[in-house]
T-cell receptor, first 112, second 114 residues
């Protein structure tokens, strides 16, 4: 099956700085890559996603890039704010199209 | 729409006890999933279903069972609870339409086995 690795496991940034979280995947057939934000004690919420036919996608301060050749994708958050503090998970849709495989998460802390 | 509803929100079980975690969705999604999330860890897939009457094992199915008699319901059964099953359990559902997946999580069930 698919193997998704995520780095770093923890990340602290000053408010206003940018944050970058990186994920790699193993199955070249994977074609859909969502990112989830999980605040403490709450459910994961989809924040952005990207499909394999696209190299980059932006939504206000959040962007995701995908490099299919290298099999890695990254989440970029610009102008970070304290409310961005949360755990972020990347995921990849496996080649059967039925299972999502999640990274181990990145705990982001934005320091005011 | 209520989305994905999980019950109970919290539960403490003694070793060897059994229980069923309930999951219901009202979005007519075909796909449903059960994950467990251990402290500081990611989400591990326990079981999933691509439609009523169909279930498949995920990465960590041992110690669990599921059924999918209707599109709406996807209960998770623990037969002989063990401390290793202490975790937060999330149910999720999704659809597939034109490359969109509409993945939605429930609010989670925090289970402690003592």
């Amino acid at each position: 099956g698919e193997n998704v690795e995520q780095h770093p496991s923890t990340l602290s940034v000053q408010e206003g700085d940018s944050a970058v979280i990186k994920c790699t995947y193993s199955d070249s057939a994977s074609n859909y890559f969502p990112w989830y934000k999980q605040e403490l004690g709450k459910r994961p919420q989809l924040i952005i996603d990207i499909r394999s036919n696209v190299g980059e996608k932006k939504d206000q301060r959040i962007a995701v890039t995908l490099n299919k050749t290298a099999k890695h994708f990254s989440l970029h958050i610009t102008e970070t704010q304290p409310e961005d503090s949360a755990v972020y998970f990347c995921a990849a849709l496996g080649n059967t199209g039925n299972q999502f495989y999640f990274g181990t998460g990145t705990s982001l802390t934005v320091i005011p | 729409n209520a989305g994905v509803t999980q019950t109970p929100k919290f539960r403490i079980l003694k070793i060897g006890q059994s229980m069923t975690l309930q999951c219901t969705q009202d979005m007519n999604h075909n796909y449903m999933y059960w994950y467990r999330q251990d402290p500081g860890m990611g989400l591990k897939l326990i079981y999933y279903s691509v439609g009523a009457g169909i279930t498949d094992k995920g990465e960590v199915p041992n110690g669990y069972n599921v059924s999918r008699s209707t599109t709406e319901d996807f209960p998770l059964r623990l037969e002989l609870a063990a401390p290793s099953q202490t975790s937060v359990y999330f149910c999720a559902s999704s659809y597939r339409q034109g490359g969109n997946y509409g993945y939605t999580f429930g609010s989670g069930t925090r289970l402690t086995v003592v």
